[in-house]
């Protein structure tokens, strides 16, 4: 079966669990999510997806209501060793942990500084601090449900299982596949990975550890590596709120562009994200410039980017970086009629939603996308059928990748972007998506903890 035709399969109809009977006190679960992402840092994948998740409460308590349960949502994050802009901080706190319906821990940061690179005695440090807030929280509930996404904090499943244990905790484990793992042929050099192994292990034979799967390409890693069983798995997809503002149709505004110095009478490609060298904003770059910059780059990064700069001025490019957009600016370049296509060219992503957000934001205009096959890409785009994948990532395969788009005749391009819009919408909706992972994982927590009166799904 093609991953594209596995989606639905996925996707198993809510059987609903039997409720506990009327009259007994409900059972109290603590929701601890773990992050580095989504207050000290407010931006970034990881933040949007942390923010989604606590902005879907209601739901979530209406699930658990269903079971005979009522939730508490805790948010454990990395302290940031560099500082922090206090104002922001508390913004983020009041509008996605506000008082008395979430409680944020901060987590020690051990690095000696922000950029520092994280080594094993890291990942060590923070999985015994995740392990200690859970600890904290469970003084005040019946069990605690622990959701990790980043490999940083995969020992905290060791650590959590041994407190559970001599402390008489009920708790369980969710690690959600937001990193590669190590594989055969590389890596091994991450301490990630390291940290990803005793977690890895230990989801294949201890049933209070599981492992949420975000793709189907990540799935196949920790199953390949590990061996994990396919009922230690849980659905987790990644996705977006589709119904979100940045995703309705605008008119064009020429005036916006070029106040930007986006020029409007050239067809442009577009890329954004961090601006790291991962994310292959310079093989864009230079893949362009290969084809005669035919479609002109526009990247856009959250911060200033003087490496990418230093490198388009010495290849001679034209690109035009920006820095510091909103949602906005965002939805106009990949809605201006002249946007020919969405370019997303990193080495490696597990679980990446920028294809998705561009789909959307076309809303079916004419956008093509275009990935690498590497990491979740082939996936999220059917090659000729909701965008294009380059023969290989390197820059004469994206050039002339960028020369086909750009070949294309409106109508081509117009057919690829309502698939890949339609598409988008059905798989890959945040609420969705989140609401059935949720379910998911109370289900796995209530029948392994034992709860008395409780029956899981079919």
């Given at each position: 079966?093609?991953?594209?035709?596995?989606?639905?399969?996925?996707?198993?109809?809510?059987?609903?669990?039997?409720?506990?009977?009327?009259?007994?006190?409900?059972?109290?679960?603590?929701?601890?999510?773990?992050?580095?992402?989504?207050?000290?840092?407010?931006?970034?994948?990881?933040?949007?997806?942390?923010?989604?998740?606590?902005?879907?409460?209601?739901?979530?308590?209406?699930?658990?209501?269903?079971?005979?349960?009522?939730?508490?949502?805790?948010?454990?994050?990395?302290?940031?060793?560099?500082?922090?802009?206090?104002?922001?901080?508390?913004?983020?706190?009041?509008?996605?942990?506000?008082?008395?319906?979430?409680?944020?821990?901060?987590?020690?940061?051990?690095?000696?500084?922000?950029?520092?690179?994280?080594?094993?005695?890291?990942?060590?440090?923070?999985?015994?601090?995740?392990?200690?807030?859970a600890i904290t929280v469970a003084e005040d509930t019946d069990s605690v449900l622990v959701v990790s996404g980043m490999s940083m904090f995969a020992m905290t499943a060791r650590f959590l299982m041994r407190a559970a244990d001599q402390l008489g905790i009920d708790a369980t484990y969710v690690h959600m596949t937001h990193n590669p793992v190590l594989r055969p042929g590389g890596?091994?050099?991450?301490?990630?990975?390291?940290?990803?192994?005793?977690?890895?292990?230990?989801?294949?034979?201890?049933?209070?550890?599981?492992?949420?799967?975000?793709?189907?390409?990540?799935?196949?890693?920790?199953?390949?590596?590990?061996?994990?069983?396919?009922?230690?798995?849980?659905?987790?997809?990644?996705?977006?709120?589709?119904?979100?503002?940045?995703?309705?149709?605008?008119?064009?505004?020429?005036?916006?562009?070029?106040?930007?110095?986006?020029?409007?009478?050239?067809?442009?490609?577009?890329?954004?994200?961090?601006?790291?060298?991962?994310?292959?904003?310079?093989?864009?770059?230079?893949?362009?410039?290969?084809?005669?910059?035919?479609?002109?780059?526009?990247?856009?990064?959250?911060?200033?980017?003087?490496?990418?700069?230093?490198?388009?001025?010495?290849?001679?490019?034209?690109?035009?970086?920006?820095?510091?957009?909103?949602?906005?600016?965002?939805?106009?370049?990949?809605?201006?009629?002249?946007?020919?296509?969405?370019?997303?060219?990193?080495?490696?992503?597990?679980?990446?939603?920028?294809?998705?957000?561009?789909?959307?934001?076309?809303?079916?205009?004419?956008?093509?996308?275009?990935?690498?096959?590497?990491?979740?890409?082939?996936?999220?785009?059917?090659?000729?059928?909701?965008?294009?994948?380059?023969?290989?990532?390197?820059?004469?395969?994206?050039?002339?990748?960028?020369?086909?788009?750009?070949?294309?005749?409106?109508?081509?391009?117009?057919?690829?972007?309502?698939?890949?819009?339609?598409?988008?919408?059905?798989?890959?909706?945040?609420?969705?998506?989140?609401?059935?992972?949720?379910?998911?994982?109370?289900?796995?927590?209530?029948?392994?903890?034992?709860?008395?009166?409780?029956?899981?799904?079919?």
């Amino acid at each position: 079966m093609a991953v594209n035709d596995t989606y639905e399969s996925a996707l198993r109809p809510p059987g609903g669990p039997a409720t506990p009977g009327s009259g007994r006190r409900r059972h109290q679960v603590a929701v601890l999510l773990l992050t580095n992402e989504g207050f000290r840092q407010t931006e970034g994948g990881v933040a949007r997806y942390v923010h989604n998740i606590l902005a879907a409460r209601d739901g979530a308590a209406t699930s658990a209501e269903a079971r005979g349960v009522e939730l508490s949502w805790h948010v454990a994050e990395r302290a940031s060793c560099g500082g922090t802009d206090d104002a922001v901080f508390a913004a983020a706190l009041r509008r996605h942990a506000p008082p008395g319906e979430v409680r944020y821990h901060s987590l020690a940061d051990p690095r000696a500084h922000a950029w520092e690179v994280d080594h094993f005695e890291h990942c060590l440090a923070l999985g015994a601090s995740a392990a200690q807030v859970a600890i904290t929280v469970a003084e005040d509930t019946d069990s605690v449900l622990v959701v990790s996404g980043m490999s940083m904090f995969a020992m905290t499943a060791r650590f959590l299982m041994r407190a559970a244990d001599q402390l008489g905790i009920d708790a369980t484990y969710v690690h959600m596949t937001h990193n590669p793992v190590l594989r055969p042929g590389g890596d091994a050099e991450l301490p990630e990975t390291y940290a990803d192994s005793v977690m890895g292990h230990l989801a294949r034979s201890e049933p209070r550890v599981c492992v949420g799967w975000e793709s189907f390409w990540m799935r196949e890693q920790y199953q390949q590596v590990y061996g994990i069983p396919d009922d230690k798995f849980l659905f987790a997809r990644a996705g977006v709120p589709t119904g979100a503002d940045k995703f309705r149709r605008l008119r064009p505004d020429p005036g916006l562009l070029r106040s930007l110095g986006v020029p409007t009478d050239r067809d442009l490609v577009v890329s954004w994200g961090r601006g790291v060298a991962e994310k292959g904003f310079e093989l864009l770059i230079d893949a362009a410039h290969r084809a005669g910059d035919a479609l002109l780059p526009v990247v856009l990064n959250p911060f200033p980017n003087p490496a990418l700069r230093e490198h388009a001025r010495d290849v001679g490019s034209p690109a035009v970086l920006l820095d510091g957009q909103d949602d906005q600016v965002l939805s106009a370049l990949c809605q201006w009629p002249r946007t020919r296509c969405a370019a997303f060219l990193s080495e490696r992503e597990a679980a990446s939603v920028t294809p998705i957000e561009a789909a959307l934001m076309s809303n079916g205009g004419g956008l093509v996308v275009v990935g690498v096959p590497a990491g979740v890409y082939p996936e999220l785009i059917e090659h000729g059928a909701t965008g294009l994948i380059t023969e290989s990532r390197e820059p004469g395969a994206v050039a002339d990748t960028l020369l086909a788009v750009r070949a294309m005749d409106d109508e081509a391009r117009a057919e690829m972007s309502r698939t890949a819009h339609r598409r988008a919408v059905r798989e890959h909706d945040f609420h969705t998506n989140w609401a059935h992972s949720f379910e998911e994982l109370l289900d796995r927590h209530l029948a392994v903890i034992g709860l008395p009166g409780f029956a899981p799904a079919p």
